[in-house]
């Protein structure tokens, strides 16, 4: 008998409402869910392939150890907890708390009880050398609000639903389905936009997805977004076009920036960003003229090398044209769970509260840049990183210089993954613990109903129960906090008590925390008999979710500075951004170019290569280059390209194409799966190559020191006259 039930596709930030036909314990069908009131039944091609992720035969279904020889042996949950959770104990008692690293991988921030019991694993290693994906592309969006408005958590999100300009910037959200702007079906949410009268401006160097369907592109200069921003902002101003009575009530510092913006003549931005003066100055009118506007940045510029003060740039032309917390503006979501809240108690809001140890590179939100792993496994000293614990990631295929990273894990004293999958990180990991597949776990709507313009609360149960040998990603992450002599609050006495409660039966759930923080939250019943207000039953109760309606809240809830004010001149911003106008514009050395990332739809980073469905058809990890550049290096499309960076040349596939501009050119990362023939034989065999290996584990951002992966400097040349392999050089190698 066939039965249908809902669930939620966890694979990307936009949580699609899903129907899932259940025969027995097994999932036989999926499609999107017309009635949730969030995706109203949009799917892309990942969520739909989460059957073939659930039945394929490569994935992981125990725990395994590897052998003597380096092969993976299952063991049982109890071997494979008490032997890791000794050996990572073992280190931290001889060599200190710092010599035990961890990586968290994006799903961490997708299941919320992940997320709960990231903490827990954290809060039991007490290492500052933790880090992440988030720390690869976000972290300047974090810092900007944490000294703007106080909380990294605390960030304005476009609201795209009821704007009529939206001016997006290094973000391709039609591919992305929304980063930090949680909102499925991008494409229908910008046709409306277009539909309605208004305007879709992408500002990126490539032609995206997002710029093909949108109203106009302009194609900025790598990493040169700040000039751009600032010089619409600046315009602005020159105009008289700002809002002086929001700048009044709601904000500090205006003086200190309003001197700095008059630096930033349209002139001076066109030398700095290569996007004519004229073109800038209409822009910015029309962004001041449209009856409500937004300027929204993401990755590209969170991965370039002004991507703190493009962000700065960013929020500060919202704020002068009166578009902050407004109706189609940036505006300030308030979901069901206080996410700022949550991020405090468990000590994960905060900027630079300690330093990596090598380079100095402060912490966001938790965590030091992940380019400093591979260093601090290769530098001898005190806090010296000698064991790892990943959580669903690939940072050897996901962070910049992979190769030297690669080439430190095997020297580790002990390395523990929780994964699907062996993958191009784990396959040097001494114990790999599975999680169940995806239709086994619960889901509630926690960390990105903070990035939704009209947030939702969905709870669902899992789709079909988890065998009795599986466990969820956060029972695993608990299970080694409490090995590790922690529990799941981090709070060494509490958690004391909860370790001394499970030896008499009582077993913590993430789902007791969500529904307190539901029932204390902004429409929580507050625990009052006969409350209108919102607990996790009544959210039970409607799994094709609550609409929490329009974010129509104003800023006050999201803004914490003890006076309640917006920071528009915080110290370390405004030394950014003399920095940047101090900067000589950007010199290239003939024949350098610069290189920058993309994304597929059908691609989620460097996982999902093993279901033939998302690989099918022509080879896209190949190197886009404007054919001004290839006639003049000589390269042809589909021949083939030796591609030099600083760290590293080989060879690359050509594809000539002017979706790039002239001096550009694209690779797509989180492909490379050569080495990972025995355990995904979809992926092996077409593992094309890793962008990483060419991006630069040293150049980083100057405000967090986050990795600069767009807009790298590189050469290429023709390679078909080239012995094959003769090229490949790894600097170090
Ligand atoms: S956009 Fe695709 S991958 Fe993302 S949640 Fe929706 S179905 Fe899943």
């Keep these: 008998m066939t039965i249908t039930k809902h669930h939620v596709c966890e694979l990307c930030e936009a949580g699609c409402g899903f129907l899932v036909d259940v025969e027995g314990r097994s999932v036989t069908a999926v499609r999107g869910n017309d009635a949730d009131v969030f995706s109203r039944g949009f799917t892309c091609p990942k969520g739909l392939a989460a059957l073939a992720l659930d039945r394929d035969a490569d994935r992981l279904r125990t725990p395994v150890r590897r052998d003597a020889l380096g092969n993976f042996q299952p063991v049982t949950w109890d071997q494979a907890f008490s032997e890791a959770a000794e050996r990572i104990l073992a280190v931290q008692r001889k060599h200190g708390r710092d010599s035990v690293a961890s990586y968290m991988g994006t799903p961490v921030v997708h299941k919320h009880g992940a997320l709960l019991m990231r903490g827990a694993l954290l809060g039991a290693l007490r290492t ?14 974090f810092v900007t609000s944490y000294f703007m408005y106080g909380s990294t958590m605390s960030n304005p999100v476009p609201d795209v639903d009821r704007t009529q300009y939206f001016l997006c910037i290094g973000g391709n959200p039609l591919v992305s389905n ?4 949680t909102a499925p079906n991008m494409r229908a949410r910008l046709q409306a936009i277009r539909q309605r009268g208004g305007r879709v401006v992408v500002v990126d160097p490539r032609r995206t997805e997002t710029a093909r369907a949108a109203s106009e592109h302009v194609a900025v200069l790598p990493g040169q977004d700040a000039a751009l921003l600032l010089a619409m902002a600046h315009v602005v101003v020159e105009s008289g076009r700002v809002d002086h009575r929001f700048i009044a009530a709601h904000t500090r510092g205006w003086e200190d920036v309003r001197r700095r913006l008059s630096a930033w003549s349209p002139e001076r931005a066109e030398r700095q960003s290569g996007v004519a003066a004229a073109v800038i100055r209409r822009l910015a009118e029309e962004f001041a003229e449209a009856p409500s506007s937004v300027a929204y940045t993401r990755l590209g510029v969170c991965n370039s090398e002004s991507g703190t003060v493009a962000t700065f740039a960013a929020d ?23 996410v700022p809240g949550l991020a405090r108690m468990v000590g994960a809001d905060g900027f630079a509260r300690w330093k990596s140890r090598v380079r100095g590179l402060p912490e966001t939100a938790g965590d030091v840049p992940a380019s400093v792993l591979a260093e601090e496994m290769e530098t001898p000293g ?43 990180t784990t396959r040097h990991a001494s114990f790999i613990l599975p999680p169940c597949g995806p239709f086994s776990e619960d889901h509630v709507d926690v960390f990105f109903a903070n990035f939704a313009p009209r947030p939702v609360l969905r709870w669902l149960e899992p789709a079909v129960p988890r065998a009795a040998d599986e ?72 799994p094709d979710g609550i609409d929490l309606g329009p974010s129509d809240h104003g800023i006050a809830h999201r803004i914490f500075h003890r006076d309640g004010r917006v920071d ?54 190949t190197l886009h280059v404007h054919p001004e550049d290839a006639a003049r290096e000589g390269l042809r499309d589909g021949g083939v390209a030796i591609l030099e960076s600083r760290i590293h040349v080989g060879r690359v596939p050509v594809e000539v194409t002017d979706e790039v501009r002239p001096g550009v050119v694209s690779l797509p ?18 593992p094309g190559v890793s962008a990483n290996d060419w991006t630069d584990d040293q150049l980083v951002e100057n405000v967090v020191g986050q990795s600069i992966l767009n807009g790298v400097p590189v050469r290429v040349r023709a390679a078909d006259a080239e012995a094959p392999r003769s090229v490949e050089q790894t600097a170090g190698e």
């Design 128 to 141: 500052k050398n933790s880090t992440s994906a988030g720390s690869q592309d976000t972290s300047p969006r």
């Design 178 to 181: 929304g980063s930090v702007l």
């Design 316 to 338: 500060l032309l919202n704020v002068v044209a009166g578009r902050l917390g407004a109706p189609g503006g940036a505006v300030f979501p308030k979901p069901a769970v206080d």
């Design 382 to 424: 005190q806090g010296q990183v000698r064991a790892l614990i990943t959580y669903a990631g690939n940072p050897v295929l996901t962070t910049p210089n992979g190769k030297r990273l690669a080439a430190a894990l095997p020297k580790l004293d002990v390395m523990v993954s929780v994964d699907l999958y062996v993958n191009e």
């Design 471 to 542: 466990r969820e990603d956060w029972e695993i992450l608990l299970e080694l906090a409490y090995r590790l002599g922690g529990g799941p609050t981090g709070i060494r006495p509490v958690d004391f008590a909860f370790r001394q409660a499970r030896r008499f039966g009582f077993h913590f759930t993430p789902a007791t925390l969500v529904d307190f923080a539901i029932r204390t939250g902004p429409y929580g019943d507050r625990f009052l008999p006969g409350s209108k207000g919102l607990n996790g039953d009544k959210a039970r109760r409607c």
């Design 568 to 621: 528009l001149a915080p110290s370390r911003l405004i030394e950014a951004l003399d920095e940047l106008e101090r900067a000589a514009p950007p010199a290239r050395r003939p024949g350098e170019l610069l290189l920058i990332g993309r994304r597929d739809i059908r691609s989620n980073n460097s996982w999902m290569h093993n279901l033939p469905k998302l690989v099918a058809g022509r080879d896209r990890c």
């Design 669 to 686: 990362h989180g492909f490379g799966h050569g080495a990972v023939a025995a355990w995904q034989r979809v992926a092996s065999a077409q």
